[in-house]
């Protein structure tokens, strides 16, 4: 598919903030600013890639491209719960079993890898709904809504509203509307985004003011790219070509920036912290891609090379 130049934008800027506040000394200076950015990045993340994994597929490559997303997902998850069974962190095991590693993996995901998890399930879900009420929007939507809503609260596997958010990509790319042009980039939208957030009590992704604020700040960020320098403007673009492999690997190298703390006290506002931190774990995670890509186990782990993958 053609790359869109303004969703690489957005999803670089959203990749960005997800990793500054994955950083435990980040999220403890700036508590609040940590609340709005959970508040709007992983809800647009999940309409962007509702968006770019509706397109029509033969079920074969329906069933592919599932696969070759549950695989790292395993990978990377079975991981995370291995670490966090010997690791001091907040998620951490302390009893870890069989049982448990099936629960988690299957059921209740520990640490950012429930976003691939829930991509998994919406798009399933989306994909046979579609394919059994012929694409027919009305019907799509309402029982992809029933099926995604029980799949909430009777098994408990997922955010109701996370899904949502899945599903209205997914529907809009169904529909042949383009997510671009429903998000219009103007000051205005940067006006009201800063007096959504000014209120403690709109920082609920779940409500119609946090479904505002995600709107509104995806405007503010397309802005952003119409006013930036060209080069931090193709930066920013090529972290949301790479996404995919940024926010698989980073969390191997967050863990690891706590250690930058003691010599980076001087700096109380955390800004040298973060730019250390930062290019550590972008810098690191896009090597750990481009070693992959070199030595061929891309393809064993995505069935393809990682760059540029498509979520």
Not at 10 to 23: N, R, T, W
Not at 43 to 52: E, K, N, Q, R, T
Not at 70 to 89: C, H, N, Q, R, T
Not at 224 to 231: D, E, T
């Amino acid at each position: 598919m053609k790359r869109i130049a303004e969703i690489d934008f957005l999803k670089g800027v959203l990749i960005l903030l997800v990793i500054s506040f994955h950083l435990v000394y980040i999220e403890q200076l700036y508590p609040y600013a940590k609340q709005v950015v959970y508040t709007f990045h992983m809800p647009a993340f999940l309409v962007i890639s509702g968006f770019l994994r509706g397109k029509r597929k033969e079920p074969k490559d329906f069933i592919r491209s599932l696969v070759w997303l549950a695989v790292p997902y395993i990978v990377m998850e079975s991981g995370y719960m291995m670490m966090a069974a010997v690791l001091p962190i907040a998620e951490h095991i302390d009893n870890f079993s069989v049982t448990v590693f099936f629960e988690n993996l299957l059921l209740h995901p520990l640490g950012p890898y429930w976003y691939l998890h829930t991509i998994i399930l919406c798009e399933g879900i989306c994909y046979v709904t579609a394919y059994l009420v012929h694409g027919k929007g009305q019907v799509f939507m309402l029982l992809s809504v029933l099926i995604l809503y029980a799949c909430s609260r009777a098994f408990g596997i997922m955010s109701f509203s996370m899904a949502v958010y899945f599903l209205i990509g997914f529907f809009l790319r169904k529909n042949n509307i383009q997510l671009i042009a429903l998000c219009k980039s103007s000051a205005l939208s940067v006006v009201v985004f800063v007096i959504l957030i000014a209120k403690p009590e709109n920082l609920h992704s779940s409500t119609i003011h946090g479904m505002l604020i995600v709107y509104t700040a995806a405007c503010s960020i397309l802005l952003l790219s119409r006013h930036s320098a060209l080069k931090a403007r193709l930066w920013v673009q090529y972290f949301g070509r790479n996404s995919l492999s940024i926010f698989l690997f980073s969390p191997l190298f967050t863990i690891l920036c706590k250690y930058f703390v003691p010599f980076l006290s001087f700096d109380q506002t955390g800004i040298a912290f973060w730019f250390l931190s930062l290019t550590l774990c972008v810098g690191g995670s896009l090597s750990i891609a481009w070693t992959m890509d070199r030595l061929t186990l891309s393809n064993l782990m995505f069935g393809k090379q990682i760059y540029s993958v498509v979520i």
